[in-house]
């Protein structure tokens, strides 16, 4: 199984970007996938999650109305579209799957991740 993370970069505070995470080697359709950061000296945290169908998104509190998580299932491939971008959104971001639940937000829960793609905001 890989998970290859893409799409990070530096911007600057109220910018935009989209992360793009590709799958392989899992039935992708049949997971449940995630987002997570880690900012430097932080814990990781939850950002996004979607059910294996994409009708069921979950989102943590800091990020809800600013970023969007969907998914391809043709393309075996999750998405986060990052919009209003803060210098606190700043973190390696992870994509993650998960075979067992629907919009797994604790990372426990997930079996899968990638290497991380860096995003950083500038004030």
């Known amino acids: 199984v890989q998970l290859v993370e893409s799409g990070g970069g530096l911007v600057q505070a109220g910018g935009s970007l989209r992360l793009s995470c590709a799958a392989s080697?899992?039935?992708?359709?049949?997971?449940?996938m995630g987002w997570f950061r880690q900012a430097p000296g932080k814990e990781r945290e939850f950002v996004a999650s979607?059910?294996?169908?994409?009708?069921?998104?979950h989102y943590a509190e800091s990020v809800k109305g600013r970023f969007t998580i969907s998914s391809d299932n043709a393309k075996n491939t999750v998405y986060l579209q990052m919009n209003s971008l803060k210098p606190e959104d700043t973190a390696v971001y992870y994509c993650?799957?998960?075979?067992?639940?629907?919009?797994?937000?604790?990372?426990?829960?997930?079996?899968?991740w990638g290497q991380g793609t860096h995003v950083t905001v500038s004030s």
């Open positions: 979607i059910s294996w169908s994409g009708r069921s998104t």
């Open positions: 080697g899992l039935p992708f359709g049949s997971y449940a």
């Open positions: 993650a799957a998960d075979k067992t639940t629907a919009t797994p937000s604790r990372i426990a829960l997930y079996d899968y």
